[in-house]
C-alpha cells in the first residue's frame, strides 16, 4: 500500500514487459504517439525486437507522462541535455514533472516524480554471457572484490547489483559516464538502503540522494535515485502499465 503522507517524497514506477504489447492494432496506435525524430531513431535498429522494445518503451514515456498532465502522449515535446537526459518542455514545462526511462531484455520501466529528480536503471539478471571481470575496468576495487568474494554462481546477480545503481545515480545526476563509475562505490547492507560512498577527489552528489532497489519480476532487478524533499523520505508506488495496451 502505498503512504500518502505529507513527509514523503512521491515517485510513480510504471513496468511493462514488451511482449505484453502483441496485436499490430496497439503496436500502430502506440507508433502514432512518436515523434517523427522518435521513429527515425526507432527504424535504425535493426532486429525487430529491438524496435519492439524501443517502441513500448517511450510510448511507457509518453503515456505515463500524458497521464500526469491530462494531455495527449504526442503533445509532448522533449529536450536533451548535453549529457542526453532528455526533459520535458511541453505542453506545460512549469509542471517540472521529472522522469528517467529504462529498458533491457524483457522489461521497460519508467519513473515519474513531481517533486523530485529521479534516475533508474533496469537489468535482466539472464546474462549468461556477461563477464564478472568488467567490474575490475569499471568499478571500485572495493566492489570488485566484493562481488568476487560470492559464489561463482552469484556473481554475476551480485555485479548487477552494483551496475544498477551506479547507472541510476548518474542518470539522476543527468552527467552520464563522464562522472566516471570508479569514483564512486556503494555501501550495502542487509536490511538497509544502499549508501553512496566517494572515492577521494570524486565529484561531489549534488542532492542527498535516497537510493531503492528491488526485484521488479522474478528475473528484472530494479534501482532508482531519488532526490528527496528536505527533511523527507521517499516513498514508491511500483505499478504494471496494463492500461498501454488498453485503447
Known sequence: MTNQSHNLTH????????????????????????????????????????QHTYLVAHA???????RELGCAPLELIFENNMFGKPRLV???????LEFNLSHTEGMCVVAVSRSSRVGCDVESLNQPSLEVDIARNFF???????????????????LLTYWT???????????????GLD??????????????MLKSGAQQPSAAWKFKQIMISD??????????????????????ADWLGRP
Open 183 to 196: 569514483t564512486f562505490y556503494f555501501s550495502l547492507q542487509e536490511n538497509q538502503p544502499p549508501r553512496l
Open 140 to 158: 571500485t576495487p572495493e566492489e570488485s572484490e566484493e562481488i568476487l568474494m560470492h559464489p561463482p554462481a552469484r556473481q554475476v546477480e551480485r
Open 90 to 96: 511541453l505542453p506545460d514545462a512549469s509542471a517540472k
Open 11 to 50: 515517485t510513480k514506477v510504471w513496468y511493462l514487459a514488451p511482449e505484453c504489447i502483441e496485436d499490430v492494432s496497439t503496436r500502430e496506435r502506440l507508433l502514432r504517439w512518436l515523434s517523427v525524430e522518435e521513429r527515425d531513431r526507432m527504424q535504425k535498429f535493426h532486429a525487430t525486437r529491438h
Open 219 to 240: 528475473h528484472h532487478l530494479f534501482s532508482v535515485a531519488i532526490e528527496p524533499e528536505q527533511g523527507m523520505d521517499v516513498d514508491i508506488e511500483i505499478k504494471k
Open 60 to 66: 511507457l514515456v509518453r503515456g505515463a507522462l500524458a
Open 165 to 179: 545503481l551506479k547507472e541510476a545515480y548518474i542518470k539522476a545526476e543527468g552527467q552520464g559516464l563522464s562522472m
